[in-house]
């Protein structure tokens, strides 16, 4: 002990010192710094005339003006680029200073201390503008002197303190510790136990001596203190308890009752939400202060407080409890409550803690609703209404009811939305759903499906009255006229229907049924219903071509497709001719069987697959003929009239043509007659466009359509495919033989190469011959080939 105090003495006395010293050699330094500082900026200013008049004697007087200061080294006035213009070196004069320390000091500007002396810089300006600086050293060596004599006063100073304190020290903690030393005997053995110890009593009246008469006091009263202590912390116990608790709820409302449910404590949050102030609910049952119901049925919820005392457990309140404050305001709140025990365990009180949840409720309601209803137009969106029939559909099995679904799609939608922009096909949509909602029962679901669809469930309700609801919606939709500014518009309603019964299929096979339904209803007219019946041809067609388009989706991702060519023969021999060959597309099914065009090609038509189809055969078929490039041929390519029409595609054609590399010469494109005069224009466009680069055409299926020989001469075709119906019985219909006659002698009076299709014996490519067409195609002639296996060939 009296080591530690002597240290410790020793320690703060060097602190002391070492402070005193720093804070002197703080202060003469910075005296001298600003000495210098001063004396830099004032020569700066008293220089400022003479350096812009270039006055060098002027200068040099005022430099010379400090010689006089004892601690001045030398003064400088610098030009900007830093030469000397005067100083009180007459040496120095007209030299440009280029020292490490000058340059350091004139590109900082700052103060510099080296080779004992405080080194001081100022810039001379003119209008906010650098013309020279003023620099003044001065020596700091006497400045060091003095504080190194500082230093060693203050050492010995410490030293001797240190050792008169240490002394000192030593002899009155020897004093004291030996009486200490006693003290602590005396503790020890009370910690042991022994309370009757005493120690003897001194006359004097320092701090042992009153410590030694209130220790034998402090052990007299221990005895007493101990079972005031034991009864103490039982009620210790129970204060830390609930005070625990409270603490850990103090970010929500808390409330605390005995255990007979009268209040005790509100916190501020709780007073808020309740409206009565702890003061007043204080003793009050907790009935009374906390008043809760279920915020849909209003009745009243059980007492929580009461519920965790009859389990002796934590609870909590049901779901959509609503708290009713004293002024009648209502708040959505979520709580629990728990037992207070005390130290033997028994339950003493409970707390409750409860917070609002209103805004975070209404929040959750929104969100759901959102999630289950159409923006635009409120109603019942697609996933709304897919679990409302999921329901129907088991109803009706396990209640053997019937219910209908009516699938309505309008009719001339597009039209406004072309002519007028979306926000007047927002506007429309929204007017329509009103007109239709306020049409079917409160029991019935309208719902928005997407676009300018929309589904409609009607409960408990026979097909023969869904056929009438039906047709009302349609007579109300075609009966509406729908006015944007200066324009008005009729629109229809085409509705396919599903009976919903016992036997019907799961909730995604009745919508496409009803969707089957309703796309046949467009097509045979519009504003007009369709009953789905699983008989029906044409609704098996229609559903067949759906569930198609699934099919193709899949083996794009898989990658199912492939090329086959076909050998496009001349009926005569002809030396100049290219090998001439068409690419046909042929599809894997899941088992890895062949599917013809004819099963897969009327669906992507009908749903949008074929330019993503013709991209995929473009590409492809290019890739083939440039990996055989050495092989002379004229590749035929089909293309749907939805590519022709498509300006993108004929961008992307052209791009493949220059990516791929190969010559156009060897490529001949093929399109419907059908297709051509759908779209004769863009038909022309495509076609012209193609054939400045090189590229062949042919005119396929020709004959087939009703003015086919009025179109022709628009069309700059290379080659007349002749329609099959036509060619496959020439042999034995004089009709048909004239027809083919006809066609090949206008196409070759035009110019233009001819080639017919289905031929299948030889007695048809003779009767060709016979007429002169100038090519034939047909699997009497050649089958289609796969690619792969040409590749083994060639």
Request: proline share 3%.
């Amino acid at each position: 002990m009296i080591a530690s105090v002597i240290l410790l003495h020793a320690v703060l006395m060097s602190l002391v010192v070492i402070d005193t010293i720093q804070r002197q050699q703080d202060f003469m330094q910075r005296q001298i710094a600003s000495e210098g500082q001063g004396l830099a900026q004032s020569l700066a200013i008293n220089a400022e005339p003479w350096l812009l008049n270039g006055d060098i004697s002027a200068m040099d007087e005022v430099v010379k003006s400090l010689q006089a200061l004892p601690q001045l080294q030398l003064a400088l006035i610098l030009d900007a680029e830093g030469k000397v213009r005067a100083s009180t070196d007459d040496s120095l004069y007209n030299l440009l200073l280029d020292d490490a320390h000058s340059k350091w000091i004139m590109t900082s500007g700052k103060q510099h201390w080296h080779d004992d002396l405080v080194d001081s810089i100022a810039p001379i300006r003119v209008d906010n503008k650098t013309i020279g600086y003023a620099r003044v050293m001065l020596n700091a060596s006497e400045v060091k002197a003095e504080l190194t004599q500082v230093t060693r006063n203050g050492t010995i100073y410490a030293i001797t303190a240190i050792v008169l304190g240490g002394l000192l020290a030593w002899i009155v903690v020897h004093t004291i510790t030996q009486r200490l030393a006693r003290l602590s005997a005396a503790a020890d053995a009370i910690a042991a136990g022994e309370l009757s110890v005493s120690l003897p009593q001194h006359d004097g009246r320092d701090e042992v001596a009153r410590l030694t008469h209130d220790f034998n006091e402090m052990a007299r009263a221990l005895e007493t203190d101990r079972e005031q202590r034991q009864r103490f912390e039982a009620l210790l116990f129970e204060e830390k308890e609930r005070a625990l608790v409270t603490l850990q709820s103090i970010g929500d409302a808390v409330i605390t009752t005995n255990i007979t449910g009268h209040v005790e404590f509100l916190n501020p949050i709780a007073e808020h939400l309740t409206g009565w102030s702890n003061d007043e609910a204080r003793g009050r049952p907790l009935t009374e202060v906390f008043h809760i119901v279920n915020e849909m049925t209003r009745i009243e919820v059980e007492n929580p407080v009461d519920k965790a005392l009859r389990l002796n457990g934590v609870v909590g309140l049901a779901n959509h409890t609503m708290l009713i404050r004293r002024d009648g305001e209502e708040f959505s709140i979520e709580d629990s409550a728990a037992p207070i025990r005390g130290r033997d365990g028994k339950v003493i009180g409970v707390v409750l803690v409860f917070h609002d949840v209103t805004e975070s409720r209404q929040m959750a309601e929104e969100i759901a609703y959102q999630a289950s209803h159409d923006a635009l137009t409120g109603l019942a969106n697609r996933r709304e209404f897919e679990h409302r029939l999921n329901h129907l559909i088991g109803s009706a099995a396990t209640e053997q009811g019937q219910h209908a679904l009516l699938y309505i799609d309008l009719d001339q939608f597009k039209v406004v939305n072309d002519t007028c922009g979306h926000s007047a096909g927002d506007e429309l949509l929204r007017q329509l759903t009103l007109i239709m909602q306020d049409k079917i029962r409160g029991s019935d679901m309208l719902a928005r499906l997407g676009g300018d669809e929309f589904g409609v469930l009607l409960e408990n309700c026979p097909l023969d009255k869904a056929q009438h609801v039906a047709e009302h919606l349609i007579e109300l939709v075609k009966g509406f006229r729908f006015v944007w500014g200066d324009k008005a518009f009729v629109v229809g309603a085409s509705i396919g229907i599903v009976a919903i019964t016992d036997r019907s299929p799961d909730w995604a096979t009745l919508l496409g049924n009803a969707d089957t339904a309703c796309y046949l209803a467009k097509e045979k007219g519009r504003n007009r219903l369709q009953v789905y019946h699983v008989e029906d041809a044409e609704l098996a067609k229609r559903y067949s071509e759906m569930h198609w388009v699934g099919r193709i989706n899949k083996a794009f991702e898989e990658d199912r497709f492939l090329l086959y060519r076909q050998a496009i023969v001349p009926t005569s021999q002809r030396a100049d001719e290219l090998p001439h060959f068409e690419m046909l597309v042929r599809m894997l099914d899941e088992d890895g069987q062949l599917v013809t065009p004819s099963v897969f090609i009327p669906a992507a038509e009908r749903y949008n697959l074929m330019g993503a189809l013709d991209r995929w055969v473009v590409s492809n078929a290019l890739n083939w003929v440039v990996a055989h490039k050495e092989i002379p041929m004229v590749c035929a390519i089909n293309l749907s009239g939805h590519s022709i029409g498509d300006e993108g595609f004929l961008n992307f054609l052209i791009d493949q043509i220059k990516g791929t590399g190969v010559s156009p010469h060897n490529l001949c494109f093929e399109i419907t007659e059908t297709a051509a005069i759908a779209n004769l224009d863009k038909a022309v466009h495509f076609i012209r466009e193609l054939k400045l680069r090189g590229c062949r055409f042919a005119l396929d299926d020709f004959g087939a359509g009703l003015s086919s020989f009025a179109y022709l001469k628009n069309l700059p075709v290379d080659y007349l495919k002749i329609d099959g119906s036509f060619v496959k019985d020439i042999d034995r219909n004089e009709t048909s033989h004239a027809m083919v006659e006809a066609i090949n002698k206008i196409g070759h009076t035009m110019k233009i190469k001819t080639i017919a299709e289905f031929v299948e014996t030889p007695i048809i490519l003779e009767r060709l011959a016979e007429i002169g067409v100038d090519f034939a195609q047909g699997y009497g002639i050649a089958e289609p080939t796969p690619l792969g296996e040409l590749l083994k060939a060639a």
